[in-house]
């Protein structure tokens, strides 16, 4: 039996829901179980983006995704089916959707590649650098863009016998990427892709190198 509960907060100043070339926007939302849960956990979570014009059409931009998440009373860690993943179109671009993170111990013994565990700590963030596309006169519907994106999740409240336990949170266990991007407003939806490459990666890590979506945008 679970009982959820979810307190949350967002604040929106862009200047447009697609393609934002101004402003900022915000979220905060706080997950934890009711009395009468079989498991007893919390999870809280930030994101952020922010678009600053620099000149014409370049604008640079940031944004983050934070999380972290426990165990409340007698469950002593984050459930399994609630952990935090990284990777990904939306989250570290160049690897594969939610690869980053601890994965078994035999990974990098064998050829097998299994699946990652995920974790009790999210963190993500990246930089883009908004460029006019050349050679096109109505960029309304176009936006291109170099990114650098970093991230990844740890489990910082594993317990040390564990095989994939990670205690530490630390800049050199991030995995990061650069890359460059466009996505499209078509008639069917928005468009979006990425060509990208890792610049910082783990031995587990799933790289991959062109990545689509159908429905997002950067």
Not at 96 to 119: I, Q, T, W
Not at 120 to 136: K, R, T, W, Y
Not at 184 to 208: C, I, N, R, Y
């Amino acid at each position: 039996l679970q009982m959820p509960l979810i307190a949350s907060w967002s604040s929106n100043h862009l200047n447009k829901g697609l393609l934002a070339t101004d402003g900022y926007k915000q979220s905060l939302s706080f997950e934890f179980t009711g009395p009468g849960s079989d498991l007893g956990y919390y999870k809280l979570r930030y994101s952020a983006q922010n678009y600053t014009p620099i000149s014409g059409d370049w604008i640079f931009s940031l944004k983050t995704k934070l999380g972290y998440g426990d165990g409340l009373g007698s469950t002593v860690k984050l459930p399994f089916f609630k952990s935090f993943y990284a990777g990904g179109f939306n989250s570290v671009r160049g690897f594969k959707n939610n690869s980053l993170g601890p994965r078994d111990a035999r990974v990098g013994l064998s050829d097998e590649v299994l699946d990652p565990l995920g974790g009790n700590v999210l963190i993500s963030g990246s930089a883009e650098l908004i460029f006019p596309f050349p050679f096109i006169k109505d960029r309304s519907s176009l936006r291109s863009l170099l990114f650098f994106d970093a991230g990844s999740v740890f489990d910082t409240n594993c317990l040390t016998d564990e095989p994939a336990c990670d205690i530490s949170v630390k800049p050199e266990a991030l995995s990061a990427s650069v890359g460059v991007g466009l996505s499209w407003l078509t008639f069917v939806g928005p468009m979006s892709f990425s060509l990208s490459k890792a610049v910082q990666k783990q031995d587990s890590d799933q790289t991959e190198t062109f990545q689509f979506s159908l429905g997002r945008t950067f």
